[in-house]
């Protein structure tokens, strides 16, 4: 009698060992998935974060070559003023002669 309630016992601490065992294991799983996503979250913030810094960047550049290109059209546009009129001093010299 004593013989199968060993046996019997062995069964029973080979189910829990078992069970215990599959769910630590899906614990584990559950835990690296978690651990996983917050890594992926997180990289995933980050290169939000350093595009972001980029784009603002990038935008602040853009505002400061417009800003050149303005200035470089004025000039141009004053420029070519003073080249007609220095066209005109010069035409008017050689019609003189």
Do not use: P
């Amino acid at each position: 009698m004593f013989e199968n309630l060993g046996a019997f016992f062995a069964v029973i601490g080979t189910i829990a060992t078992a069970f215990f065992a599959w769910r630590g294991k899906r614990e584990d799983t559950t835990q690296k998935h978690d651990d996983t996503l917050s890594l992926m979250f997180k990289a995933q913030s980050d290169l939000v974060k350093d595009l972001s810094l980029q784009v603002s960047d990038l935008n602040t550049e853009i505002k400061k070559l417009r800003t050149d290109n303005e200035n470089l059209t004025n000039e141009n546009r004053e420029l070519r003023i003073e080249v007609r009129s220095l066209t005109n001093k010069i035409d008017e010299m050689m019609t003189a002669n």
